[in-house]
């Protein structure tokens, strides 16, 4: 017979992460499937914001990752297409973290899992694949999972998808319907050797690369994770390897510092960004999905990491509560909806897929960044809003 679990966590990247630790800490019995072993990379632009800062302290994770010294971000430059650039200083937002981080993946990640190792009720399983579900009057009994060749069955009460935009959990268990929901796709390479980097991300709003936009995060003195990002529905018309080549080759603000710069071999990946979707279904019965699993990225940027984590503790918040109660056990679903629309703004992703339409047009952006050149209160609000502070609905006054 099958030990059952509290719990089944697929995908040990921060949204995963998240909800194993705070179901342990609660007491759950967790099992963290993974199909990869750790470290691995992952695509990404590596930037930690201020508020996913937040929840790597609650998580306990903040001393060991700045341990490491990764670069510290003290604020983000825009630049729009007319050539202007706008600093949005981090120094003024509210709360314990007016900073951000800029650290590789396979390197966060893999500390992030470090933590969750600390629980001896999770168990971790890496190299394992889930691939299907047990089915039981309709509800998610266990899963399916293989292991180079080997296959096993593990039973929980509940389920958590945190594993990634090509969510199997997703497709498999919850969201079969497809409408409302919307996607970018980024591509990045890391670069040694790069000039001019300062303790400031960089994004740029280029002409020649919109409606995308690229960006610079430093990785230290000299070193950069480089890349840029466009809404899918402007991939048809637009080959990103093109966009990446012209943003390197040809955005004023980048090229010179590049020249002589060398791309790290393999570096240059792409993968897709599930934007946040108002609409989009993140639980059925008793499973939910966090992170990417979800659709949970911020719409104006890309943002996940911040997402991924903060989904995680409402996951375990809504599970933790339905355990306590037998009657809450059905209504786990509700409570997961109830705690993400709260803790993540939800209506944030609605007005934040209309603000992104009109932003990302050379107009908007022109006009923005040279009031908020004049106006250096405008810069500020920028900063709030990027970092969640603030409505997106700013951006368009
Ligand atoms: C180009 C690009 C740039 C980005 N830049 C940024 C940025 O600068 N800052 C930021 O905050 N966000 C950024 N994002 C978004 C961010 O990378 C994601 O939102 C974040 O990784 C989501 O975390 P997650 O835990 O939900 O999923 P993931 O990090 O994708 O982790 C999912 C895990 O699940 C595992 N898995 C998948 N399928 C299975 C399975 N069937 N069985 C078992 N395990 C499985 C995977 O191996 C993986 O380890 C970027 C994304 C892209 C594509």
Same mark, same amino acid.
């Given at each position: 017979?099958?030990?059952? #679990? ?35 990379? @992952? ?53 314990? %973290? ?19 190792? @600390? #629980? ?37 009460? %509940? ?6 935009? #090509? ?23 890391? %670069? @040694?050797?790069?000039?001019? *980097? ?42 990103? +390897? ?10 004023? %603000? ?51 990491? #911040? ?31 109830? *705690? ?26 022109? +006009? ?23 409505? @997106?609905?700013? *951006?368009?006054?």
């Amino acid at each position: 017979m099958n030990k059952e #679990y509290d719990v089944i966590v697929v995908g040990a990247g921060p949204g995963g992460c998240s909800a194993a630790i705070c179901l342990a800490r609660r007491g759950c019995d967790v099992l963290l499937l993974e199909k990869e072993q750790f470290p691995r990379g @992952k695509v990404c632009g590596d930037g930690i914001s201020p508020p996913a800062l937040e929840t790597l302290d609650r998580l306990g994770i903040l001393p060991e990752i700045i341990g490491k010294s990764p670069w510290k971000i003290d604020g983000l430059v825009i630049s729009s297409p007319a050539g202007q650039a706008v600093t949005a200083s981090f120094s003024h937002l509210k709360g314990p %973290f007016p900073f951000g981080l800029v650290m590789p993946r396979r390197e966060f990640d893999f500390l992030v899992l470090q933590q969750a190792r @600390k #629980y001896s009720n999770i168990e971790i399983l890496e190299n394992w694949e889930v691939k299907d579900f047990i089915d039981q009057n309709g509800s998610v009994r266990g899963v399916k999972a293989q292991s180079d060749g080997r296959k096993g069955e593990f039973l929980a009460k %509940f389920l958590v998808g945190a594993d990634g935009a #090509y969510s199997v959990v997703a497709r498999k268990t919850v969201s079969r319907e497809k409408k409302f929901q919307q996607g970018a796709f980024g591509i990045r390479a890391y %670069f @040694k050797g790069v000039k001019g *980097l300062t303790h400031q991300s960089e994004i740029h709003c280029d002409r020649a690369i919109l409606p995308g936009y690229g960006w610079v995060f430093p990785t230290g003195e000299d070193s950069a994770n480089v890349g840029v990002g466009i809404a899918s529905r402007h991939l048809k018309e637009n080959n990103i +390897r093109n966009l990446f080549q012209t943003f390197v080759e040809g955005t004023p %603000f980048v090229k010179e510092r590049l020249r002589g710069a060398r791309m790290v071999e393999n570096s240059l990946q792409g993968g897709p960004i599930p934007l946040g979707s108002f609409f989009r279904r993140r639980s059925r019965k008793n499973v939910l999905l966090v992170g990417d699993a979800g659709g949970f990225t911020d719409v104006l940027t890309g943002e996940g990491i #911040y997402f991924a984590l903060r989904s995680g503790e409402c996951a375990a918040e809504a599970i933790h509560s339905a355990l306590k109660s037998p009657e809450e056990m059905e209504k786990v679903g509700r409570i997961y909806e109830g *705690l993400w629309r709260n803790a993540l703004r939800s209506r944030e992703f609605l007005f934040g897929s209309f603000v992104q339409r009109l932003i990302v047009r050379e107009f908007f952006l022109n +006009r923005n960044i040279a009031r908020a050149l004049k106006k250096p209160s405008m810069a500020l609000n920028l900063a709030s809003i990027l970092c969640h502070q603030k409505t @997106k609905m700013g *951006l368009l006054f």
